[in-house]
Structures are given as structure tokens and as C-alpha cells.
């Protein structure tokens, strides 16, 4: 779990090909690598990977086809700059919302101006996803926690302090671009449990049992993560 509060931005340093798919290594010198150990978790531009090499400031992370397919973590190139967050612990301030680091789709940066010193962005969101978009909710784009400002069917507004584009990746950020979403949890937890009235005692309903694991709108296969 992570809290969508970025810790830093890294830079990818090398993409590297690994029996069919790839290998990740990031230079991340602003983030804290003394405690961590192979096999933990951080977020890249909010995919939760695990940590595969660990020397110096630089990490790398294994990716599988499905994941660089289903994220933008594809269309990095050397040099991209990337957020990156470590998995919470229970000393870590929740100051964003609850993210797992399974990302839900691609929404596309529709537009972007100035509004005094912040700035605002308007997203398009992928229309199975739009449902659990709300005024005043939380979303989380490329690993940062951000509060959704208005919605507009299947675009939303976020509005932008100067300080979150300084530290993180979204002061890149133009129009036409793709970035990783994440809806919050507690609406799709809170669909699934007002559903369970058309599941039987047997576990099946009208049109057979679910998995909680698959997306609720069209029987595909859920979220992804490294």
C-alpha cells in the first residue's frame, strides 16, 4: 500500500530486455535506499514493482508484458522522469488517501491553463472508470493522490498547487498525454458490497458467481501491477 504522496523523482536509466519482457533500472537519488531490501515495493509513476537490484541510488524492477501494455511504464524512455513513493509502514503519515499501486486504466490529459499561481487540468478518464470519479473524491494519477475539483461525464477537473508540480512529474504535463489512473478503493469496494443482494446463499447470482477480481463493468481482468 502507498499513500500518494510522492517522495521523490527518479529518472529511468536503462531498459533492459529480460527473456521476452523487461527490466527497469532507475536512478533515485533523492529517495532513501539505505532500508530498503530486495523483494520491497515502490511505486513507479504509481505501479507498485518490486525491487529486483539494488546499487548505489539506483533500483531496478522487473516488468511484465501486461504491465508495460496496460500503463504508460511502456512508453518510457531512457531519461524519463518518474515518480516514485516506497511502500508505507504503520509509522508513515497517511497525508494522501489509501493507493494500492494497481492501476485501473489510462486517462489522457485533455487540457491545461493557468488559474492564478495553480493550474488546472482536465482529464479524460476511460468510460468504465468514470463511474467511480467524484466531486470532492480522491484519484490517484501517476502515483500522486490528487482531489477531484468537478465532473464532466467522463472528464474530471484538478486543480493544481505550485508545490505538487515542483515534486513530482506533472509540471510535464500536456495535453494528449497518457497517465496511469487509480480510483479509490472504497468505491469499488462499496459497489461490490451494494451488489452482493444479487448473489445468492450459493455465491452465485442472475448471471453466475464474480470474481472480486475482475472489473466490475465488463467481466475483464482487474488492475494490474508489476
Known sequence: MFTGIIQTVGSL???????????????????????????DSIAVNGVCLTVTELSGSTFSVDCSNETLRLTTLGQLDVGSRVNLEPALTLATPLGGHLVSGHVDGLAVVDSRRSDARATEFWLRVPPELARYVAKKGSLAIDGISLTVNEVSGVRCRLTIIPHTLEVTIMGEYQPGRQVNLEVDLMARYLERLLQAGDVGKDGSGAGGAQSPYQDLSTGAAGPVSG
Open 13 to 39: 536509466l536503462a531498459r533492459t530486455p529480460m527473456g521476452g519482457d523487461s527490466r527497469l533500472t532507475i536512478e533515485a537519488p533523492g529517495l532513501d535506499l539505505d532500508h530498503t531490501a530486495l523483494g
